[in-house]
Every structure is written in C-alpha cells, then in structure tokens.
C-alpha cells in the first residue's frame, strides 16, 4: 500500500487552508464545533507548525481601525485594561511548548486560557468565528514587529 508522503499531507492541508482564507471563508464557517477544537489543539498546539505568511501593513488596520484592538493595547509601552503589545515579540520568546506566533493565536482565538498575570478576561470571545484565517496571520504578522 502507498502512503503518501507527510510534507505532502502538510502541503496540501496549507493550501486547502490558505485558499479559504483567501476566499475570506471564516474558520468557525467552514468547520463544526467539535473540529474547530480538533484543529486549535492539533495546528495551534503544534509549536513547529508553518505559520501562513501574513501581511503586517493589513495587521495594523485590522489592530487599529476594525478590531479597535488599540483601546486596551498600547504600542507605546503603557498597560492598559491588556497588556501592551510595544516589545511583544521579545518579551515571548521562549515560551515553553509554544512559539510566538502560536502563543499568539492562541491568545487571540481562545482569549481566556492564556491570561497575563494581573489581568482579567477583556477580550472578545468572538474572534475564533469572526476572523479569516488570513486576518489573524495578518494581525500576528503586525504584532511581531512590536
């Protein structure tokens, strides 16, 4: 019996998915429940997965005029109702069992599993249904050049 290659799998799969970002298919529209849970802990769990190339120009509108992310997140060092995002990409490296870009995903889809210390459950609880996949690898894109 043939098995087909594991790059190949993993190709295929970050086409499939770049494709529905691309046609600005929401996550949570394509997949059903229990596989959107399957997906977060199998892709955003993976800390060697192959983050999609986002655009970080995009991430900044998206930061500061759709998702308004900038009333609780500073880029000038301040806290404020969240943590600031000035120095974000410095101040996670070395995250155990995560990278960056995953803690960051993780944070952003499941806001309330990876709190900051010292800091409540603010953020939208919405964002797995209401961002493309392309939107959050923009956002993320933006936030790693903090």
Same mark, same amino acid.
């Given at each position: 019996m043939n098995k087909a290659h594991p790059i190949l799998i993993g190709v295929s799969a970050v086409l499939l998915l770049g494709g529905l970002a691309?046609?600005? @298919? +929401?996550?949570?529209?394509y @997949? #059903? /429940? &229990?596989q959107r849970q399957s997906y977060k802990v199998g892709w955003y769990g993976d800390p060697n997965r192959v983050v999609l190339p986002g655009d970080p120009v995009r991430g900044?509108?998206?930061? +500061?005029e759709e998702l308004d992310c900038y009333v609780c997140h500073t880029l000038s060092g301040e806290d +404020?109702? #969240?943590p600031t995002f000035a120095g974000l990409g410095e101040r996670l490296e070395g995250l155990q069992g995560y990278s960056v870009e995953t803690y960051l995903?993780? +944070? =952003? =889809? $499941?806001?309330? $599993?990876n709190l900051v210390p010292g800091y409540n459950c603010a953020m939208p609880q919405d964002y797995a249904e209401e961002l493309t996949l392309t939107d959050l690898n /923009?956002? =993320? &894109?933006?936030?790693?050049?903090?």
């Open positions: 691309a046609a600005g @298919v +929401s996550f949570a529209s @997949v #059903g /429940d &229990a900044y509108q998206l930061y +500061s +404020s109702v #969240g995903a993780e +944070s =952003i =889809i $499941n806001p309330c $599993n /923009d956002l =993320i &894109a933006f936030l790693m050049t903090q």
